[in-house]
């Protein structure tokens, strides 16, 4: 039987209480869930019966489900006795939370009181759309893996020099042309989102508590854009599809009025799709683009976000260019400092954090993974552990900290089973580094918590990496 704390990612306060046991009955005739109006849904998460007036009890007991205002938006309090189970949250996201505890915790459930909340606001994994596409229902699929580790963003990459993933009305090419046949990392993932797919996805992805992050990279990775419209190349000639893994070789024209009328339609019909706060305008490896070009295209595209009612995040080489208020720089590289990150973070720009050497999915465990690339080092689950976010860059301190990112890259994906090998159980790591209290954080207790998840995720069908560095039950 599992004990009160042994859940991923770690709770902030757990207080035991022995000999408090309370059994879970499925089914109607079993346990019942007591749950006001607007956690109804919340409570069907648990598999279980509910009612939405007044409490609902059996013979075997109860299961409450309230809310507490004076409790932050995604905390939740877990009481268990032998009688009952109360899980009172801040809003319907803490209840929410509070319910994958619970479903960790399995049916016999020991009884004591955690009091949890996160370390961090901004939890988020994400998804490489653009080198292979995966269908709205496997997109579906990884969100519910991932909410059981309380991630709340699903960054969505959605373009790149290989492929466009994402209908945009006015430019039916990008998706006929670079998001069809023959697209993806050596043309093996073609596919794109119609609008219709796109917004069933976010709705889908909101009913869990998780906000979708769309990404349109630019002004480089844009090849795909300019296979589609060669107008938006620099001389209006025909560019060669590209379907290698190569970087930082495609620019998107600074000095072109051509180019702004793409990017702030293609910005307005993402904005328009997604409810969430956030924009992710992309601006890494524009190793193509001269610096002033740079600046230029930056100065006309950060501001667009925000006059659309969104916040405007970028990989963090935007820090170099004069950043709007509010704007969110993500950190990605492997280099123990950035200056230009810890200038924006004293500017008070907030800082989302995805070291690729300690958060980076799509890197090789060890030199015999057969999926994965390898340019930041081998990753293996320890190393996705133990480490701080706030200790990561000189400059860049827990104030100024957004949150954390796992980032998937699929060159070398082909099938959902990859997507879940080079996962799992590496987004557990990363999940508890974002949510745990830092001094609650413990290599040895990990190991322990995720062995136990072997045994369940065998029984899923999910694809797991057996690392040795866990004693698999």
């Known amino acids: 039987m599992r004990q009160l704390g042994d859940v991923i990612p770690r709770p902030a306060s757990v207080r035991p209480v022995p000999d408090a046991t309370f059994t879970i009955i499925p089914g109607l005739s079993g346990t019942a869930v007591s749950a006001p109006p607007g956690l109804s849904a919340v409570a069907a998460h648990l598999g279980l019966s509910f009612s939405d007036d007044g409490l609902s009890l059996s013979d075997d007991g109860a299961i409450r489900l309230a ?43 020991p009884g004591g009181i955690i009091e949890d909340r996160p370390r961090y606001a901004y939890r988020s994994a994400m998804l490489d759309l653009a080198r292979h596409f995966f269908t709205p229902d496997e997109v579906k699929a990884h969100i519910d893996l991932l909410v059981q580790f309380k991630i709340n963003h699903l960054h969505l990459h959605l373009t790149d020099d290989q492929g466009w993933r994402l209908e945009i009305p006015g430019w039916p090419r990008l998706t006929e042309i670079s998001g069809g046949a023959g697209t993806g990392v050596d043309g093996a993932g073609p596919g794109h989102l119609t609008l219709a797919e796109y917004a069933d996805l976010v709705a889908y992805a909101a009913e869990r508590f998780v906000t979708i992050v769309p990404e349109i990279d630019m002004p480089g990775h844009v090849n795909a854009v300019q296979v589609a419209y060669p107008e938006l190349t620099a001389d209006g000639a025909p560019v060669a599809p590209r379907t290698d893994a190569e970087v930082g070789y495609s620019s998107l024209v600074a000095a072109k009025e051509e180019t702004y009328a793409f990017v702030e339609t293609v910005l307005k019909t993402v904005a328009d799709l997604t409810p969430g706060p956030w924009l992710h305008i992309g601006g890494d490896e524009c190793h ?57 973070a004293a500017d008070g720009r907030k800082v989302i954090v995805s070291p690729a050497d300690r ?103 999910v694809n797991f990496y057996r690392s040795p560095e866990i004693d698999w039950h």
């Open 67 to 109: 809310l507490d205002p004076a409790l932050a938006s995604e905390a939740y309090r877990l009481e268990i006795t032998a009688e009952s189970v109360t899980l009172t949250g801040g809003s319907a996201q803490g209840v929410f939370w509070g319910v994958q505890t619970l479903r960790q915790l399995g049916t016999e459930l």
């Open 288 to 344: 193509s683009t001269p610096a002033a070009d740079y600046q230029a295209f930056l100065a006309r595209v950060l501001p667009i976000p925000g006059a659309l009612g969104k916040t405007v995040i970028g990989w963090h080489e935007i820090a170099a260019a004069d950043l709007p208020k509010g704007a969110v720089v993500q950190y990605w590289r492997t280099e123990p400092a950035d200056d230009a990150v810890a200038r924006a």
């Open 359 to 461: 958060t980076y999915l799509d890197m090789k465990y060890d030199a015999d993974t057969t999926l994965g690339l390898d340019w930041a080092g081998h990753v293996g689950v320890r190393r996705s552990y133990e480490w701080d976010p706030a200790d990561r860059l000189p400059g860049v301190g827990e104030e100024s900290i957004l949150g954390v990112e796992a980032p998937l890259w699929s060159e070398t994906l082909r099938s959902v089973a990859d997507v879940r090998y080079l996962t799992f159980p590496r987004l557990p790591a990363v999940a508890e580094v974002a949510w745990s209290p830092r001094d609650s954080r413990d290599w040895e207790s990990f190991r322990e918590r995720l062995a136990a998840f072997g045994p369940v995720w065998t029984a899923a069908g």
